[in-house]
């Protein structure tokens, strides 16, 4: 009888995030803020009327991946190949400065740590956690402002991408420092082949996709094939490479941005996202926050965790694009895109816990960080495009 919760608990998320993300609209705000904060209160910390669930916590899964495979149709590949370097370079600003700041961050708490020592690993975990950059609620906000496509949108993407795999690279360097067993060089042999595989299949993939939508211009088989793409390298991306899913749908997107329905197949993704699993996946977020457990201390760490997380990324990422020859403002832009936290800082916490590099009362921390910058990114880069209404970026 209690798995027809899930349909309870459906009909509640989406009410919910439609009724919040109504208001946010009201109040100037992006709609995905109004989903968070619905998560947030219908979740355990406020009402209490929905419980995180496997059936939750998958359905947001397919959500993050529905929207980097839509993020991967809709960029302009010519802008992507400009970016590139530019974005490697900010992506690693983006992970080295949170790095540091977030272990020293630790050793302010709880004193400097001895190299080698458990404590000195535990510090720069919690810098580790910090290098994740969520770039899907930026991607929505972006979308809903119409400046995904350009040169700072496009960058935003391609640095954030890169930045996961490079924070993915350092979490297995760290857990391999601490456990011998690990081997920290499969994961950039991994990711080199990745690429490898990624560039081979998707060129015979984009000139399949290319014959049938040539054959079979603007039919239904198009998206449902992509859409089966975009699931199949999500999968190969995690199984096989140890990549996160969510660089496989969107290296998926890219494969078929190129060709003529492209923005047919990104239409049909869209109603999906927009129905189900986008709702789910912002609203998820709110309610993964539990505040029931925190004490002062982790409330002042939680406080300067979150200030040091948002203002590091917007410092290295945002200086990296000045000194890449971007204007102050577009500069500001970047760096701020980059500070959301997301699945990713998740999934790295989550591993620290099960190499007990971090302990359960700091996960509290971030979840603040995930929400704080979940919400607060999308309104500020909203004020930040407002003065520049006539630039296409």
Request: net charge positive; aromatic share 10%; charged share 15%.
């Amino acid at each position: 009888m209690e798995s027809y919760f899930m349909f309870r608990n459906l009909a509640i998320i989406l009410v919910a995030a439609k009724v919040c993300g109504i208001a946010a609209r009201k109040c100037k705000a992006p709609q995905v803020v109004g989903e968070i904060i619905a998560g947030l209160l219908i979740g355990p910390s406020l009402l209490g009327w929905v419980e995180q669930s496997d059936f939750l916590v998958k359905l947001a899964e397919v959500g993050v991946v529905l929207l980097m495979f839509s993020a991967g149709l809709e960029t302009d590949l010519k802008d992507l190949m400009k970016t590139g370097p530019i974005a490697a370079l900010i992506a690693c600003a983006g992970v080295f400065i949170p790095l540091a700041c977030g272990a020293l961050l630790y050793m302010a708490f709880y004193g400097v740590a001895p190299w080698g020592s458990e404590e000195f690993y535990k510090a720069v975990f919690v810098g580790t956690i910090l290098t994740a950059t969520s770039v899907s609620i930026t991607v929505e906000s972006l979308k809903e402002m119409g400046k995904l496509k350009g040169k700072v949108g496009t960058t935003i993407l391609s640095a954030a991408i890169i930045d996961d795999i490079i924070g993915i690279i350092v979490l297995t360097f760290v857990i391999g420092f601490k456990n011998p067993e690990s081997k920290p060089t499969t994961v950039l042999v991994n990711t080199v082949l990745f690429f490898v595989f990624a560039i081979v299949v998707g060129f015979i993939f984009y000139k399949l996709f290319q014959y049938v939508d040539n054959k079979y211009p603007h039919t239904r088989r198009i998206p449902i094939l992509g859409l089966a793409l975009c699931f199949a390298m999500a999968y190969i991306a995690e199984k096989y490479f140890g990549i996160a899913d969510i660089t496989g749908a969107y290296v998926a997107g890219i494969i078929l941005c190129s060709i003529r329905d492209s923005g047919y197949i990104a239409e049909k993704m869209d109603t999906n996202s927009y129905m189900l699993f986008g709702p789910v996946f912002f609203a998820s977020i709110g309610l993964k926050t539990n505040v029931e457990s925190v004490n002062m201390g982790i409330l002042l760490f939680s406080i300067a965790f979150v200030a040091v997380g948002l203002i590091s990324k917007i410092i290295g990422c945002g200086l990296m694009a000045r000194l890449c020859k971007f204007n102050g403002l577009d500069s500001l832009k970047i760096g701020v895109g980059m500070m959301t936290r997301g699945e990713v800082a998740l999934i790295v916490a989550q591993k620290g816990l099960t190499a007990g590099l971090l302990t359960p009362v700091y996960f509290t921390s971030v979840i603040f960080l995930i929400i704080v910058s979940s919400i607060s990114t999308p309104i500020i880069l909203k004020i930040l495009y407002s003065k520049d209404k006539t630039s296409p970026a």
